[in-house]
């Protein structure tokens, strides 16, 4: 699989906080999540319990498929970043839990105090950028 441009990766690496849109039963919901950028393995890598709405949605739905957004604020339009992706999650295990644990701890140091750290992985398979520092309403588009 290609990764994405490194347009879109420095973006994605620049910011920590990430909206995640589900969906169960036609009702949409979202929640803001910190992550941290798993390159290797093109994965958002976050943490969330069981009991909060948006991974019940996820579980009890039996519908992985998220969508979500990552935005610059900012008022001056020439200068307007964000991306919009859709893709897979899943709660992690294992080694791959191990991994992902590391680096979300290198991006968290705090979250080491939690007392359960459960992380989930987000795998996109589509990334679409908007940067308008290349020309008004440029768009960049990556598919798995």
Known sequence: MTPPEEQIIDFICEHHVLTLAVARNN????????????????????????ETRHIRDV????????????AL?????????GIQFTGLIRELDGEELKKARSVYLKRFPI???MSELRLWSLVPDFIKMTDNRLGFGKKLIWIA
């Open 27 to 50: 009702v949409p919901y979202c929640a803001s999540c910190y992550y941290a950028y798993y390159k290797e393995q093109n994965q958002f890598i976050f943490t969330s319990g069981h």
């Open 59 to 70: 579980v009890e739905g039996s519908n992985f498929t998220v969508a979500g957004t990552i």
């Open 73 to 81: 604020e900012t008022r001056i339009v020439g200068k307007i970043r």
């Open 111 to 113: 979250a080491r105090l």
